[in-house]
T-cell receptor
Framework: DAKTTQPTSMDCAEGRAANLPCNHSTISGNEYVYWYRQIHSQGPQYIIHGLKNNETNEMASLIITEDRKSSTLILPHATLRDTAVYYCIVSSPSGGGADGLTFGKGTHLIIQP | DAGITQSPRHKVTETGTPVTLRCHQTENHRYMYWYRQDPGHGLRLIHYSYGVKDTDKGEVSDGYSVSRSKTEDFLLTLESATSSQTSVYFC????????????FGPGTRLLVL
């Protein structure tokens, strides 16, 4: 699986959009970008994933650059409950799932009141 | 939330004793996983299962065994617990065709004295 690079921590004001970047410059053609988050003392939570098109669901939006070397997770209206560690994971459907997910250190997002 | 429970949620045991952790799902998902999470290491895959009686090793399988006799239950056993196995253990599940979209349980905190 390709490696990802994320900032260690970020702050965002409550009610504003939180934009979390992820670099994955070695991503290969069949690899998807997945985002998970982990709120303190809880299990990781799936957020969203995409291949090359932008994706949106009830939790967030995922913007993937045209060259697919980076992506941004957007939480449109951050709340205090969004404070968590956010993980960007790159994986191919054929091999990643069977071997589990590779979680890096992620970005600790702190929502400020 | 996906129907995943883990038991016990907390356990304190002594070095050398056997310990079994249970993961139970009500989603009828084929794939089940055991991860451990430690400071500085993130989440690491211990074992996974791709069906009843079908299991395989993950990144950190030494000292652990697993069993899956029913679709809904995946057991993790520490035959002789060591202090290095003090950790938070997470179970996860996924469907066959969406293996990278995993749903995690609440975790079990294990302390080996």
């Amino acid at each position: 699986d390709a490696k990802t690079t994320q900032p260690t921590s970020m702050d965002c004001a409550e009610g504003r959009a939180a934009n979390l970047p992820c670099n994955h410059s070695t991503i290969s053609g069949n690899e998807y970008v997945y985002w998970y988050r982990q709120i303190h003392s809880q299990g990781p939570q799936y957020i969203i994933h995409g291949l090359k098109n932008n994706e949106t669901n009830e939790m967030a939006s995922l913007i993937i650059t045209e060259d697919r070397k980076s992506s941004t997770l957007i939480l449109p209206h951050a709340t205090l409950r969004d404070t968590a560690v956010y993980y960007c994971i790159v994986s191919s459907p054929s091999g990643g799932g069977a071997d589990g997910l590779t979680f890096g250190k992620g970005t600790h997002l702190i929502i400020q009141p | 939330d996906a129907g995943i429970t883990q038991s016990p949620r907390h356990k304190v045991t002594e070095t050398g004793t056997p310990v079994t952790l249970r993961c139970h799902q009500t989603e009828n998902h084929r794939y089940m996983y055991w991860y451990r999470q430690d400071p500085g290491h993130g989440l690491r895959l211990i074992h996974y299962s791709y069906g009843v009686k079908d299991t395989d090793k993950g990144e950190v399988s030494d000292g652990y065994s697993v069993s899956r006799s029913k679709t809904e239950d995946f057991l993790l056993t520490l035959e002789s617990a060591t202090s290095s196995q003090t950790s938070v253990y997470f179970c996860a599940i996924s469907e066959s065709d969406k293996r990278e979209t995993q749903y995690f349980g609440p975790g079990t905190r294990l302390l080996v004295l």
